[in-house]
């Protein structure tokens, strides 16, 4: 099989849908390849609990149907204390997600080839020209994406990223019904999405209890493999970890499994260097685009995929244009649109991940009695704010960081 397209995309994920939504909206040929069959999809890629905020809700225009739960604050927890923060939210059945995205892709244009694996870019005197598939079929095009998430299956074969082990978080997490979300003694969880900062339940990541309606909820514990995990490591997976959480937590005392509600996979907490080539752009969990901090990758991968669309746009508009100089252009608007200020959040993230369980706790109190927009421009990477809520207990922990920094 021989095909040819003015963009291909490897990866029927966030990123990738979105990036064929606007390309194909723009009236371009566009493909989508994705490995796993249509028919039960999504499979192993349905890997996310799906907590979203409006934001990507109307930027995206998602509709309601997709939802499980629309929430109305985010809570944290340390092992001792927690803090509650009034925000509206959106809890999303990821399954219906991608194939609202896929059905919509589809009726904007998007041709889609479900059951192909890609293996392999094609390149040509030092231009990506499109890729090669399990089984030898090649499909080109003048611009080829990589949207196959933390697999990035062509971005690291171009060469353009280098995905390292010790910044992988991976994820675990399942669905309960039964789950008492208002105990004496913790926060209420009725209409939350929570995040427990506790090295006691994920070391070196937080876990989760996101309410999906009455008395269900995604229960999940993730870890960055950095070095406050391996202080605690065990010998523990992560389904051990959460097990563990399960059977100590009277919150699960009658909590059942759901079945089939297994949600797992992982992403890269780094900054990207370049993300693109001649002929070629990576989008979402490829680059990586997660936010560092909270974890939140759907509304940055889709912001991901649409700039990819933007730059797609420029470089096929006014003749062909693939040259590395124009999809740099993507380079741009990615540190512009989708993450500005990365490396502030990578360095709030591994500050956030390397101290105790009693800074955690103090932490707590900190947020509760900082003021709103405080909170605001720390969580936008603010310098400023940032130094508001450090102690001098914290410079032990500045310099190990540093320390660790400066030795790579
Ligand atoms: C346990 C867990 C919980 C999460 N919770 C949240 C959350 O609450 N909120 C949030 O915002 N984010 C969350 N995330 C992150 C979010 O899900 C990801 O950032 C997002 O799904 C990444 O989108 P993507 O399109 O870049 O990649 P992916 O979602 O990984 O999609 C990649 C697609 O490419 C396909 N593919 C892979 N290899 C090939 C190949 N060789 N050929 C063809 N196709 C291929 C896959 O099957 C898949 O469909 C969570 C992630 C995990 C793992």
Not at 144 to 164: M, S
Not at 237 to 258: G, K, S
Not at 293 to 315: P, Q, Y
Request: net charge negative; aromatic share 8%; hydrophobic share 35%.
């Amino acid at each position: 099989m021989e095909r040819d397209y003015d963009v291909v995309v490897a990866g029927a994920g966030p990123a990738g849908l979105q990036c064929a939504r606007d390309v194909a909206a723009r009236g371009y040929d566009v493909a989508v390849l994705e490995r796993e069959d249509e028919d039960g999809f999504p499979s192993t890629s349905n890997k996310s609990t799906g907590g979203t905020f409006p934001s990507m809700m109307a930027s995206f225009g998602i509709p309601d149907d997709v939802v499980m739960k629309f929430t109305d604050k985010v809570v944290l927890e340390s092992p001792n204390s927690h803090y509650t923060q009034e925000h509206p939210g959106a809890v999303l059945e990821f399954a219906d997600f991608k194939n609202f995205l896929v059905e919509d892709a589809r009726d904007k244009g998007a041709e889609f080839l479900f059951g192909t694996q890609v293996a392999k870019p094609l390149v040509e005197d030092g231009t990506v020209t499109g890729v090669g598939c399990a089984g030898g079929d090649e499909i080109t095009a003048r611009l080829t994406v990589d949207a196959t998430g933390p697999g990035a299956v062509l971005a690291q074969k171009v060469g353009v990223i280098e995905l390292e082990r010790t910044n992988q978080a991976v994820g675990v997490e399942y669905e309960y019904e039964g789950v008492n979300l208002n105990p004496e003694g913790y926060a209420d969880l009725r209409g939350a999405m929570m995040l427990r900062l506790d090295h006691g339940i994920a070391p070196g990541g937080y876990a989760w209890i996101f309410h999906t309606g009455d008395d269900t909820a995604k229960v999940g514990v993730c870890y960055i493999q950095n070095e406050r995990y391996h202080d605690f490591d065990d010998g523990n997976t992560i389904d051990d970890y959460l097990n563990e959480w399960l059977e100590d937590d009277p919150r699960f005392e009658n909590a059942v499994r759901i079945d089939d509600s297994n949600h797992r996979g992982s992403a890269h907490i780094q900054e990207p260097g370049s993300m693109s080539t001649a002929g070629f752009m990576a989008v979402g969990d490829t680059v990586p685009s997660v936010d560092p901090v909270w974890g939140e990758g759907i509304n940055k991968c889709m912001r991901s995929g649409r700039m990819a669309a933007v730059t797609a746009d420029k470089c096929l508009t006014a003749g062909i244009d693939v040259s590395e100089e124009t999809v740099s252009t993507y380079d741009d608007l990615w540190h512009e649109e989708v993450a500005p200020r990365v490396g502030s959040r990578l360095t709030m993230t591994r500050l956030l991940y390397l101290v105790s369980n009693d800074r955690y706790d103090r932490l707590m109190k900190d947020l509760n009695s900082a003021d709103e927009e405080t909170l605001k421009k720390a969580n936008n990477g603010n310098k400023r704010a940032i130094m508001k809520l450090l102690h001098l207990r914290d410079i032990p922990t500045l310099l190990k960081f540093g320390k660790q920094r400066f030795t790579g």
